[in-house]
């Protein structure tokens, strides 16, 4: 009788710790706006795959990028934190060594990790080039064990770098980063560690180049939106594959799928692309900022459609709390919150406002309340009501003078506190070591010019290239059907 109570409670310790250790597949867009999807009610595009994960999962109304450009949010989501404190100001900019960064903490316990398709913390601008073997700023350099990528965005038949083995691939970039990523997956999913697995597309990213089928249903569109539309199609199929092969691998119910964009829709493509929200990218207003978000864990967290804001930032402190990991995987101060009570039901309202830097714009966002300014040393600010006015086209400041204050002393009081990290405060040495490198063109970088040559025979980098000095091509890629 004792064996067998021993026994079912060592099952049920396992069964739990199998329950707390859950597959982790982080999935982000690159410039899909807020209104690009099906359940929106979008007027052309469908979009059946990520509807069924939203209706199968927790569906946000208000999730929101760490920054309205690309760079910036990826390093909020690998460190949890606004990612002017880590020196990624922009698109281009470098992710710091002294950074602690979830791929980190998920290798140190017992995860495998792998990431696949668009990096952009390396510190190089222009068309996703394959990064290099030794580039110090690599994702093997933040945690990753395995990674297929490119140093920014990439379209059809990209040229990717397996661990800096160039492999020249073909078809449509979004079915091939997940190919690549389900060949990871189906390599260690049956293994007895668990997997954290990062799949960035570069897809609706310009320049738009979709496969004739995935753009027939545009043909009344001019050419760019026809690209553009056709290319969230081919993103659309190619997370439904992701979410069957789950499936098929019997992984489904332990395995934590977070989808999200990494920044607001782009402006200039019809129909438009952020909802009816005001801005696109590189606005702070909400549709620079605010993305599709959804998150899916069959089992596990309750089908609904929520208006709790959530963002970015609160992607690595809610693993860690859901995972039971120690306080020191994570480097503070930190901007983002544990989202772990949400996922089994609502919670009520925000308590920790979310905060957003990019140059000299800036925001804070509460449960209700927005306020914002193009000039945070200068002003002015505007004060805005999410939910009675969630296209912000009226300022309450004069309205709610006392909102108004209190959000204004906690948004200049948080940027003073970015202002300190992003001097290196936050790190033991008490400063940036080593320092942040400039962010430049690959075609301007020295270790890339061997291959300019050669590349510029490629369509994506042609005009990258165009007036760079050339010198000799490396050869070597290899190909792939």
């Known amino acids: 009788m004792f064996k067998s109570l021993f026994f079912l409670t060592f099952l049920a310790a396992g069964a739990l710790q199998a329950a707390e250790r859950p597959n982790i597949i982080f999935v982000m867009a690159d410039d899909m706006g807020w209104g690009q999807t099906g359940y929106r009610g979008h007027p052309l595009l469908k979009t059946p795959n990520i509807d069924a994960m939203a209706a199968n999962g927790l569906r946000f109304e208000r999730f929101y990028a760490g920054c309205p450009v690309c760079s910036p949010t990826r390093a909020s989501v690998l460190t949890g934190r606004s990612p002017d404190r880590a020196g990624v100001l922009s698109h281009g900019y ?198 599709p978000g959804i998150i899916e864990w069959p089992g596990v967290v309750k089908p609904r459609v929520s208006e709790f804001p959530v963002c970015t930032m609160d992607l690595f402190p809610t693993v860690v709390d859901v995972l039971g990991l120690p306080e020191d995987v994570l480097l503070k101060p930190l901007d983002g919150m544990s989202l772990k009570p949400l996922l089994a039901g609502e919670i009520g309202e925000r308590q920790k406002a979310i905060p957003f830097r990019f140059g000299t714009k800036a925001a804070l966002t509460g449960q209700r309340y927005k306020i914002l300014t193009e000039n945070i040393g200068m002003g002015p600010f505007e004060l805005y009501d999410l939910v009675a006015d969630p296209n912000e086209t009226q300022d309450i400041s004069a309205e709610k003078p006392d909102v108004f204050e209190k959000m204004k002393a906690d948004l200049l009081a948080w940027n003073v506190t970015v202002d300190a990290s992003f001097a290196g405060k936050d790190y033991p040495e008490g400063k940036v070591s080593p320092a942040d490198p400039e962010s430049i063109a690959w075609t301007d970088a020295p270790q890339y010019k061997p291959f300019l040559e050669e590349w510029s025979k490629r369509w994506e980098y042609e005009s990258a290239i165009k007036g760079t000095p050339k010198g000799g091509p490396k050869k070597g890629a290899k190909k792939k059907k």
């Open 94 to 291: 470098a992710l710091r060594l002294q950074e602690k960064t979830i791929s980190q903490a998920l290798k140190g316990a017992g995860y495998v990790t792998g990431h696949f398709g668009k990096w952009h913390l390396d510190g190089f601008k222009g068309p996703g080039a394959p990064i290099l073997k030794d580039d110090p700023r690599s994702p093997g350099a933040f945690g990753f064990d395995q990674w297929v990528s490119v140093t920014n965005f990439y379209d059809q038949n990209p040229l990717m770098s397996h661990k800096g083995e160039f492999i020249d691939f073909k078809g449509d970039s979004s079915d091939v980063v997940v190919d690549e990523a389900l060949k990871f997956i189906e390599k260690h999913h049956a293994d007895a560690e668990p997997l954290f697995t990062v799949i960035w597309y570069g897809t609706p990213h310009a320049p738009f180049k979709a496969l004739e089928a995935d753009k027939a249903e545009f043909g009344a569109l001019d050419k760019s939106s026809q690209d553009h539309y056709g290319e969230l199609v081919a993103l659309d199929r190619s997370l439904g594959k992701l979410r069957q092969k789950l499936r098929d691998f019997g992984i489904a119910e332990k395995t934590l799928l977070v989808f999200n964009s990494d920044n607001g829709g782009l402006p200039g493509i019809t129909p438009e692309t952020v909802g009816g929200l005001r801005g696109f990218k590189g606005s702070v207003f909400e549709g620079g900022l605010r993305v």
